[in-house]
């Protein structure tokens, strides 16, 4: 090969133009790619990896129950009815006892308020406390459905966060209570809390998606968060290992029941 061979450029200025461009184009899709928040992981747990005891009442059912009412409610969003099988169970004992008491967090249109009072809370000295934020078009819509339970008369509706409006409810006043509002941890952490000396003694706690990891929704900013940030099992784990003794998990699946013992 002779000097001059050696000397002429190996790419022409069109074939270098084109790799740069390549090169450049490569370097900003990966930019991109690696700037794009992490892809969202929606992770069901099981019992199997929880720290509490593993029982469970009954299989969390497959689908949704739209027969699951006996009025003629309006709801749009069903969170409630696959939960049934294990609330049916836990509540047996409950069913028309008199002066029974239920306090829900995170009332939304009332699915599972309404059912606890068509199935459950049937005495007429039966009570229901529902708190919620009502600060969308669900307000109305639980207000209408309140109208059509006929039950008006049993229900203390409260408006606002539930960590401050618990601070004024009595001591020792409630039979069941369902935690069903904020998911963020420390909200979970604070409801949980301050609810345990709410409850009664025998009392059952439930808490919606216990399981339920990596996808949710802040229904008080309206911001989408993922990930560790919606995860209410962050703060029912300690919550529970903290009371030791002084309960007995009743139910661990997508979500937890605990018994107040003492
Ligand atoms: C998943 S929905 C509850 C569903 C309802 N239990 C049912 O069966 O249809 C959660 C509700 O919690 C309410 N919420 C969220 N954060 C809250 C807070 N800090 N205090 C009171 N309510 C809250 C929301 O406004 C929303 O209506």
Known sequence: ????????????????????????????????????????????????????????????????????????????????????????????????????????????????????????LTAADARAAAIDLFNGPYAATYRNNLEVSGSAGKVTTLTGYSQVVLRGMPLDSFDVIYIDGSHLPFDVLEDAVLCWRLLRADGLMIFDDYANIGIGHDYQGDIQLTGELWHPRKAIDPFVQCLGDRCQVIHNDFQLIIRKVK
């Open 1 to 120: 090969m002779n000097a001059r061979k050696l000397l002429q450029p190996r790419y022409s200025p069109l074939e270098a133009g084109i790799t740069l461009f390549v090169a450049l184009l490569i370097v900003e899709i990966g930019t991109l790619w690696m700037a794009k928040p992490a892809r969202v992981n929606v992770t069901r747990t099981t019992a199997a990896t929880s720290p509490l005891p593993a029982v469970k009442l009954a299989e969390m059912a497959k689908a949704d129950d739209p027969n699951a009412h006996r009025r003629p409610y309006t709801f749009t969003s069903d969170w409630f009815t696959t939960r049934l099988p294990s609330w049916k169970v836990a509540l047996a004992p409950y069913v028309g006892r008199s002066g029974l008491s239920y306090l829900e967090i995170g009332a939304f249109e009332g699915r599972s308020l309404f059912w606890m009072l068509d199935h459950v």
